[in-house]
C-alpha cells in the first residue's frame, strides 16, 4: 500500500447559580453563561475550547492534546489547510465539516496497535497516542486537494466530490459512519476506503488513480463492514479487495455491485 507523505501543514465553564435569602422569596439567576464565539483560524494551531464554529482560511493545525467543542459547523475553506491527523487530539463536532476547492482536509490518528491493521498514526513522537473526534452531522469535501479522515464517528454520511492529489494519498480508514461513503471524481495519487463500519452504502464512481510509483494499485476497497450496497463504477486502473491474495474481503449486508462485485465475502 501506498505511504502516505504527510507534512506538517496539517498541521466551561458551566455556572448555575440560585439565590435563597431566609425568610425572603428565593431568586434564580446569578451569572450568565457566555455563549461560545465563532474562530477563524488564519494559520497556526487550535487550542482547546468551546467554540460556536471554526472558519479555516489557512494553514492550521491542532495543538497537541486539545480538547476541542464546536457547537455548529468546521469548514475549510479554499486553499486552506486543517490539520487534526499529525498529533492526538479530541474533537467533537455538532453538526458538519464541509472542505471546499484546493483545501486539505485532515482528521484523526491511530497507531495499528490500538486499530489491528494498517490504521494512520500519528507524527513522531506520538506515535502510540490516537485520536477521538466525533462529528454529529456530515463530512462534505468539494474538490479538495488531500483527505485523511482516520477513526472518526460520523452521524451522517462522508461525501467527497471531485479533487486529488498528485503526490499525497487519500485515506478513509477505520470510521464509524451512520450514513453512506460516497467518493467520486478523484484523480489523485491513491485511494484506500478500509477498516470501515458503514451503516448505509459504499458508492465510488469515476475515480482515476494516478500513482507516480507505476504500480498501478488502483483503489483499495478492503475490510469494511457495510450494512447495505457496495458499488463501484468508473475507477481506474483497478481496484483491490485487499492486500493478499483474497480480495473477497468486505462484508456487505445486501449486494456488490460493478466492479466491486467480487470483493464481498461470499
Known sequence: MAKAKRHRVF???????ALALAGAPAYAGGPQVPKPAALTCSGGEIGSGTYASINVTGPCS???GAVIKVVGNINVRPGAMLDAQSVPSTISVGRNVTGATGSLVGLGCQPT??????AHACLEPFEEEHSTI????NISLTDV???????LTVGGNITVNGGGS?????SIKNNKIAGNVTPSGQSTNWIGVLFNKVGKNVTLSNIAINDPDG????????????????TCTGVTPKISGGFGPNQATNTV?????GQCAALAKP
Open 113 to 118: 496497535s490500538l486499530t489491528g491493521n494498517s
Open 215 to 230: 504500480s498501478g494499485n488502483g483503489a483499495y476497497i478492503g475490510t469494511n463492514v457495510i450494512a447495505r450496497n457496495l
Open 166 to 170: 498528485a503526490d499525497i494519498p487519500w
Open 62 to 64: 491542532v495543538a497537541n
Open 253 to 257: 449486508g445486501r449486494n456488490a455491485n
Open 145 to 151: 486537494s488531500v483527505v485523511a479522515l482516520n477513526g
Open 134 to 137: 466525533a462529528v454529529g452531522g
Open 11 to 17: 498541521g466551561v465553564l458551566a455556572v448555575v447559580g
